[in-house]
């Protein structure tokens, strides 16, 4: 009686094979531990933006309810200014505001309102004060997409040029204001 022959890969002997079948998915395994470890390290709030350095988006938006100026792309050019992305029902937008009124003490900042009901975002700006140069109401949101917005509160730094400088995801803090902002101002300003 004959026995069939073991077919075998040209090449490579059956140890061998196994050997190189266990060592794939444990080297799989491990370039993924990896890149899991180096994100652990990232900061989730600096996520990078495409539009950094690049002119803001072309955009005119209506004043907020019962504010007299809109706000468009061509108000953010011959000066730096920032560009503040809130909304009335944004719990970290109020717990960053009286930062954004300390910034309007140093630059213009200019209100974006991010699909906000008309009379909430009026009365919000007339109870917690309007820091803002000029505010426009996104009422859609299509705006706010095109300047890559994630969520609320963002805030925007421009330079002289109407280019996005930085942007900072989230609500400002005493030290980004200290440590980030102000000093990227000040130094875009000279």
Known sequence: MNMPEAQSTPGIQAP???????????????????MFAIGLTRNPREVPSPLIGKPVPRFSLPPVQGRPLGFSDQDLKGQ???????????IPCRQEHPLIQRLAREVPVYGLNYKDQPQDAARWLYELGDPYTRTGADLDGRVAIDWGVYGVPETFVIDREGRIAYKQIGPITPGILEEKLLPLIRQLQR
């Open 16 to 34: 061998e094979r196994r050997r190189f079948a266990v060592a794939i998915p444990l080297l799989v395994f491990v370039a993924l531990v990896v």
């Open 80 to 90: 730096v200014s920032v560009v503040n992305v809130f909304a009335s029902w944004c």
